[in-house]
């Protein structure tokens, strides 16, 4: 899906070239295994494309989508939404693709030529989507960002970037392998954490979503710690009819509910607000009847930081 990297590459663009190698490899993995009947490592080559999509989107929203804020209005490549947006996009599109192949699975009889086809199929939108955007980002965004920022500056970052993205990768062979990613990102600019936090909890109840918890960790700070920080609110979300589906499977999983979102205060001035992926929460459980219920709530999240 991604075009070759030019030899002048900065040092975001070349990490994060190779980082979008790697996501065509996984997704390549995905569909061979298809095409040769073996479904159990096509779900897990896919499961595996997921979560470092998840990731990588993470990261860029937290690291480097904020920065767009500090580019000339003329030299910003594109509104922050655009890429966050085709990430959540991607994310949805992937999870549709998963629940597609449970669903054949779940008969035991194998996949018929023609159900091959329609997985390939759907496969195919999420290429399309994915070179598109990775042309967006490896010949527009990072490059803006490798230009603007002075060495030493723009070393930290990439070193930041690696960290939050893994410790396991390889530039060599332009593979990189990443650990799991744990939230969902979106960043806002010209506003404040109490209006984006109302604008949370209605997008929440949208999506039968209710508020159990909410911890206001500035005020916490200031009354038990005496330490002054900027805005941050910490809702914890409960779908009664998903919880009680995964309560039922596995009761213990009570200790990792509810869901927390996170809306708090950038250093730049921007909010970011963060959803927890419960695939990635549910995934220490390591029981297969638990992924429908993730993959649920996923979507539902998603479509959470969308509507905000």
Same mark, same amino acid.
């Given at each position: 899906?991604?075009?070759?990297?030019?030899?002048?590459?900065?040092?975001?663009?070349?990490?994060?070239?190779?980082?979008h190698r790697d996501l065509d490899a996984r997704f390549?993995?995905?569909?061979?295994?298809?095409? =040769?009947?073996? /479904?159990?490592?096509?779900?897990?080559?896919? @499961?595996?494309?997921?979560?470092?999509?998840?990731?990588?989107?993470?990261?860029?929203? $937290?690291?480097?989508?904020?920065?767009?804020? #500090?580019?000339?209005?003329?030299?910003?490549?594109?509104?922050? $939404?655009?890429?966050?947006? $085709?990430?959540?996009?991607?994310?949805?599109?992937?999870?549709?693709?998963?629940?597609?192949?449970?669903?054949?699975?779940?008969? *035991?009889?194998?996949?018929?030529?023609?159900?091959? /086809?329609?997985?390939?199929?759907?496969?195919?939108?999420?290429?399309?989507?994915?070179?598109?955007?990775?042309?967006?980002?490896?010949?527009?965004?990072?490059?803006?960002?490798?230009?603007?920022?002075?060495? #030493?500056?723009?070393?930290?970052?990439?070193?930041? %970037?690696?960290?939050?993205?893994?410790? *396991?990768?390889?530039?060599? @062979?332009?593979?990189?392998?990443?650990?799991?990613?744990?939230?969902?990102?979106?960043?806002? *600019? #010209?506003?404040?954490?109490?209006?984006?936090?109302?604008?949370?909890?209605?997008?929440?109840? &949208?999506?039968?979503?209710?508020?159990?918890? &909410?911890?206001?960790?500035?005020?916490?700070?200031?009354?038990?710690?005496?330490?002054?920080?900027?805005?941050?609110?910490?809702?914890?979300? %409960?779908?009664?009819?998903?919880?009680?589906?995964?309560?039922?499977?596995?009761?213990?999983?009570?200790?990792?509910?509810? %869901?927390?979102?996170?809306?708090?205060?950038?250093? @730049?001035?921007?909010?970011?607000?963060?959803?927890?992926?419960?695939?990635?929460?549910?995934?220490?459980?390591?029981?297969? $009847?638990?992924?429908?219920?993730?993959? =649920?709530?996923?979507?539902?999240?998603?479509?959470?930081?969308?509507?905000?």
């Amino acid at each position: 899906m991604a075009e070759a990297a030019p030899t002048d590459e900065g040092p975001l663009t070349r990490l994060f070239r190779a980082l979008h190698r790697d996501l065509d490899a996984r997704f390549a993995r995905h569909q061979t295994a298809l095409v =040769e009947g073996r /479904i159990d490592d096509a779900r897990r080559a896919l @499961d595996a494309w997921r979560q470092t999509l998840a990731r990588h989107a993470a990261v860029e929203q $937290e690291l480097l989508l904020p920065r767009l804020v #500090s580019l000339p209005p003329g030299e910003r490549p594109a509104a922050a $939404e655009i890429y966050s947006g $085709e990430h959540q996009r991607l994310e949805r599109l992937g999870a549709a693709l998963a629940a597609h192949l449970d669903a054949l699975a779940a008969r *035991g009889t194998g996949l018929a030529p023609h159900e091959v /086809i329609a997985l390939i199929d759907e496969g195919g939108t999420i290429k399309r989507l994915a070179a598109h955007h990775q042309t967006r980002e490896d010949t527009v965004l990072f490059p803006a960002l490798d230009r603007r920022f002075a060495d #030493s500056d723009l070393d930290r970052l990439v070193a930041r %970037c690696r960290r939050r993205l893994g410790n *396991g990768t390889s530039m060599e @062979d332009g593979t990189m392998t990443l650990e799991r990613s744990y939230a969902y990102t979106k960043t806002l *600019g #010209s506003t404040d954490v109490a209006t984006v936090a109302e604008r949370v909890r209605a997008a929440l109840a &949208e999506e039968g979503f209710g508020v159990m918890t &909410e911890i206001d960790v500035q005020k916490a700070m200031r009354e038990k710690l005496g330490v002054e920080r900027k805005p941050y609110v910490i809702l914890g979300a %409960c779908n009664p009819q998903l919880a009680h589906q995964a309560l039922a499977h596995e009761p213990p999983i009570g200790v990792l509910l509810p %869901c927390n979102v996170t809306v708090f205060e950038h250093d @730049d001035g921007s909010v970011v607000v963060q959803a927890i992926d419960p695939r990635t929460m549910f995934s220490v459980i390591g029981r297969d $009847e638990l992924r429908p219920i993730a993959d =649920e709530v996923a979507t539902r999240l998603q479509r959470v930081l969308e509507k905000i």
